[in-house]
């Protein structure tokens, strides 16, 4: 019997193994696109802050912070859930409501604003009524982000919850989930923090609240999409060869070849079928979104750059959208014409990393493809000149990467950078120099034979 277990447990210890290091290999592949260098502290922090204590319960209210430097919730807004920890109701609600009410019929008297043990709650729209209305609320769902305008990168809600044993301080809820339009966020668990403090009587008069619950969520483009939502293409003037997106950057079309509207599975499978499926204009890159990357000119003390961003999308336009571009010209002051703009503070790059948006009532709208035309923006861009940094050898005249919106954006292959006319052997990428070696092996190795 001895021995029998002594087989067995070999066995058993490493299926016991295995599966601890696939575990092991999911988690650190979640943490690593869960991880932005570019914007390291990013997350948004939902806090509970119990106001009042009525008789079976409290008064709280709800923050939604975003943190993000650069990636904002679009329409149509956020959705928060969670589970009560207890038999909670929400008996009333200002400046949201939830989707359902659930099952109130064990209440005779006052019927509850929503008896649903997972609620899920969703932002008032600017022109609900007044009475409906709490501080801070009613943005329809939409976050920007800190770096743009930090005003408006926030939202709250106010709710009375109750059915609550009596002398209880409330219990916080569990398994938050933040939906921004679509997936992507995972929510740590609510944890009890430091009472949120409030400045009154023009910050002469400290008021704190009786007690704090927060949560973080941060984001990952893994969770978020199946396939990257945009691409990157390069020019130059030195150079008639275009460096197009690369093949099925975002997905590979299946479409016969004559077809000029693409069925692009965006998001993971959901409920709500029309945000699942991109439609797209039919495209070897497949992307919604493509950047255009041009060096336009070379002057005594700089060079002129040209920005484009094109929306392939059939069905949806980029309100508030944002571009983010990692490039060694940056270091300089740069002169940006149709953009608002500004720099990023950032870790483990030395590269300076730029933001750009739109215009207020200009083009802070990037609109969707109509038939054979593309929604477009652009700018032009003046970076003052660097030898040590920004140099058109090595591909230095270009990107080292681009965002969309807060995603990372498929960026061709450095050796198929557009090149000077006479560019040297020297600087010819390692494949192509290899490529060249094994092919002349050969023929002298046949020579021989």
């Keep these: 019997m001895a021995i029998a277990l002594f087989r067995i447990r070999p066995f058993a210890l490493m299926s016991i193994l295995l599966v601890a290091m696939y575990s092991l290999s999911g988690i650190l592949l979640f943490l690593i696109y869960c991880y932005d260098p570019m914007d390291p502290n990013g997350n948004i922090t939902v806090t509970f802050d119990i106001v009042h204590w009525t008789p ?63 609620p899920v709650i969703v932002d008032l729209t600017p022109e609900a009524s007044p009475e409906n209305k709490s501080e801070d609320c009613c943005r329809g769902g939409i976050l920007y982000s800190s770096a743009i305008n930090p005003s408006m990168s926030f939202s709250s809600f106010e709710m009375k919850v109750g059915n609550l044993e009596g002398n209880t301080s409330g219990n916080a809820p569990k398994n938050l989930t933040l939906m921004t339009p679509g997936p992507g966020y995972t929510c740590g668990p609510i944890l009890d923090a430091e009472p949120t403090v409030t400045l009154h009587i023009g910050g002469r008069r400290q008021v704190q609240v009786f007690r704090t619950w927060k949560s973080a969520c941060t984001y990952s483009s893994f969770l978020a999409n199946r396939t990257p939502t945009c691409c990157v293409s390069l020019s ?55 950047v255009h990357w041009h060096v336009k000119s070379n002057y005594m003390e700089h060079w002129r750059i040209k920005l484009t961003i094109s929306n392939y999308n059939y069905r949806r336009n980029y309100s508030n ?25 950032t870790v483990e790059f030395e590269d300076e990393v730029a933001l750009f948006w739109g ?14 035309e593309l929604g477009s923006v652009s700018t032009e861009i003046l970076l003052p000149k660097n030898s040590n940094t920004f140099t058109f050898s090595n591909g230095w005249a270009f990107p080292r990467r681009i965002y969309f919106n807060g995603e990372n954006c498929e960026m061709p292959l450095p050796d198929t950078f557009p090149t000077l006319p006479n560019d040297s052997s020297k600087q010819r990428p390692f494949c192509c120099l290899l490529f060249v070696f094994i092919t002349l092996s050969f023929k002298i190795l046949f020579a021989s034979h």
């Excluded at 909670?88 to 008896?115: L, Q, R, Y």
């Excluded at 965006?266 to 945000?275: C, E, H, L, N, V």
């Excluded at 959208?321 to 503070?345: E, K, R």
């Design 321 to 345: 959208w944002n571009v983010l571009v990692q490039h060694p010209g940056f270091n300089q002051d740069a002169t940006i014409y149709s953009f608002n703009s500004t720099l990023l503070p």
């Design 359 to 372: 215009i207020k009532y200009y083009n802070e709208e990037l609109l969707q493809a109509v038939n054979n």
């Design 236 to 290: 130059a003037f030195y150079n008639p060869i275009i460096t197009f997106c690369p093949l099925c950057s975002c997905g590979c079309r299946e479409a016969d070849k004559q077809t000029q509207t693409c069925i692009r599975d965006g998001y993971p499978a959901s409920s709500d079928i029309t945000q699942n499926l991109d439609m797209v204009k039919c495209t070897g890159h497949m992307c919604p979104v493509r």
């Design 56 to 118: 079976d319960g409290y008064v709280a209210r709800v923050t939604i912070q975003n943190y993000y430097q650069y990636r904002h919730v679009d329409k149509p807004g956020w959705k928060l859930g969670w589970t009560w920890a207890k038999d909670e109701v929400i008996w009333s609600i200002g400046g949201a409501f939830a989707t359902e009410g659930g099952n109130c019929s064990s209440f005779k008297n006052e019927i509850p604003h929503c008896c649903k043990k997972e």
